[in-house]
């Protein structure tokens, strides 16, 4: 079975199957409203999407790309990764410092942030530094792990972590433990993992801390403190679940005029020298919100994720989720497979692509599809920046 399979199956089983019980129980919780009247459709909606990844996944482009030798790969010191991880942390940290002078780092759950797309980008540079050095910490095969890839590892999620308590990012704090389990895996050191799983108290105590004010104290709620972190997990977890019951109400309810929205919004976030503006005055995910309802009209900061399902489900019923499955199946597995596992670029690549199928389900299409596309173009760049250096030593 392709790995990128296993990858949709493992995304299906986490986001559906484990918060069923649950929902089964409570349709009706503290976050969330579900009609089991619609799980019929709501399944069927998971196999058609799952067949037309699967279509996808057999025309994927051929890769392997920068292939080499365990020896070579040992032996290459990965001077422009270095570079890479370091130019990245200081872009993240001048970015974040001004964006904190501007009060635009911190959210406010009744005002939102300050968005300012150039320097919140910058912002993020920390999570490629991040993937990267994670990488570069394991590298694929019986390879030894080196000090300094080490520490620029715990550099970067150091800073990752620190950046997730100031914003109050639930999914912040838990990145690096995701990242590492990821890597992990890709690279073929399971037992690293069991390793890393003893890590998971530390990044579940972090979660509860960054959750303590958004929920506990932004919420007066008077019910048992199981039943609040019962329905708070499901709520999130189970969201590309719970999502469609809003999506088939509003389907029902009013006419749904083809946009091609999700390609103008893959365009718009592409360097394209301002030529195609995103097709939403806020962000998708506050008109995706209000078209369903679920947010009021005065609410133009807090977003709605739609997910990869509910997305095209709305646009276009079963035939988008049987296209649309094609589409992000073919480019999953065409990412998986475009650049050698034995180069550290490959490996970037491909947990870029855990990444891809993981969050796909919790956002918006075109998010995931532009950050791959982009982890596409960067892995090729420092593949090809490394053949460069490795070629003008070999000529000295």
């Known amino acids: 079975m392709p790995a990128t399979r296993k990858l949709l199956l493992f995304a299906i089983a986490i986001y559906a199957l484990l918060p069923l019980p649950w929902v089964l129980w409570r349709p009706v919780g503290l976050f969330y409203d579900f009609d089991l009247a619609r799980l019929p459709v709501i399944v069927a909606a998971f196999v058609v999407f799952t067949a037309g990844w699967m279509i996808g996944e057999t025309f994927r482009l051929p890769g392997d790309w920068f292939a080499m030798t365990p020896e070579a790969a040992a032996g290459r010191q990965w001077v422009i990764s270095v570079v890479a991880i370091l130019a990245a942390l200081a872009c993240s940290s001048a970015a974040n410092a001004i964006l904190a002078s501007m009060g ?61 308590l100031v914003e109050e990012r639930r999914t912040a704090v838990l990145l690096p433990f995701a990242v590492f389990i990821a890597v992990a895996l890709v690279t073929g050191r399971s037992r690293m993992v069991w390793r890393l799983l003893l890590t998971a108290p530390l990044f579940v105590a972090l979660f509860a801390f960054t959750t303590y004010d958004r929920l506990y104290q932004a919420n007066d709620i008077n019910e048992d403190v199981l039943v609040i972190a019962g329905d708070a997990v499901v709520g999130r977890l189970g969201n590309p679940l719970l999502i469609l019951t809003p999506v088939l109400e509003n389907r029902e309810s009013s006419a749904q005029p083809f946009r091609p929205q999700t390609l103008r919004s893959v365009a718009a976030a592409l360097p394209n020298l301002g030529l195609v503006k995103p097709p939403f005055a806020h962000s998708y995910g506050n008109e ?14 807090t977003g709605i994720n739609s997910g990869w399902l509910g997305e095209l489900l709305l646009l276009g019923g079963f035939p988008a989720l049987l296209v649309g499955g094609a589409v992000l199946g073919w480019l999953a597995a065409s990412c998986w497979q475009l650049i050698s596992v034995s180069h550290p670029a490959g490996v970037f690549l491909r947990v870029m692509v855990v990444i891809f199928v993981v969050s796909g389900f919790q956002m918006e299409v075109a998010f995931p599809i532009v950050s791959l596309l982009r982890a596409a173009a960067l892995a090729f760049g420092l593949a090809l920046a490394e053949e460069a250096v490795a070629t003008a030593r070999g000529t000295r």
Not at 134 to 152: D, E, V
Not at 288 to 301: C, E, K, M, T, V
């Open 288 to 301: 995706f919100g209000q078209q369903l309802g679920l947010l009021p009209p005065d609410n133009d900061y």
């Open 104 to 164: 635009a780092l911190t959210i406010e759950e009744s005002t939102g942030r300050e968005r300012v797309p150039f320097l919140s980008t910058l912002g993020n540079a920390h999570i490629f530094a991040l993937i990267l050095a994670a990488c570069l910490m394991f590298p694929s095969g019986s390879t030894r792990t080196s000090r300094w890839a080490m520490l620029l590892a715990l550099v970067a999620a150091a800073i990752t972590v620190g950046l997730g």
